[in-house]
């Protein structure tokens, strides 16, 4: 079954640095984009970044455009989220997220369970 374990939550001071992490399973992790979605405090959901199943291509959300970096590492079975300038706006619980899509539709189909970022000083 397809699992997604996010990790490298924590507590961090406005402008530190944090590097998340989602160790995936049950499925071809190459074979699949991934993303990255967050949820503030009362607030909905946000889509947050994409990478290509190959790498070669992101995608960000403007509000963390040029602050955050997506990576992967297809061989580990590993997605990451390096965190710059960190704004107390951008506490949120941090999802991983496997993306289904084609030419007319977009969706993420698995989830994982979340690791919280708080940015506070």
């Known amino acids: 079954q397809v699992q997604l374990v996010e990790s490298g939550g924590g507590l961090v001071q406005p402008g530190g640095s944090l590097r998340l992490s989602c160790a995936a399973s049950?499925?071809?992790?190459?074979?699949?984009?991934m993303s990255w979605v967050r949820q503030a405090p009362g607030k909905g959901l946000e889509w947050v970044s994409d990478?290509?199943?190959?790498?070669?291509?992101?995608w960000y959300a403007d509000s963390v455009k040029g602050r955050f970096t997506i990576s992967r590492d297809n061989a580990k079975n590993t997605l990451s989220l390096q965190m710059n300038s960190l704004k107390p706006e951008d506490t949120a619980v941090y999802y991983c997220?496997?993306?289904?899509?084609?030419?007319?539709?977009?969706?993420?189909?698995?989830w994982g369970k979340g690791t919280l970022v708080t940015v506070s000083s």
């Open positions: 049950g499925f071809t992790f190459s074979s699949y984009s």
């Open positions: 990478i290509y199943s190959g790498g070669g291509s992101t």
């Open positions: 997220a496997k993306v289904q899509w084609g030419g007319s539709y977009y969706g993420m189909d698995y």
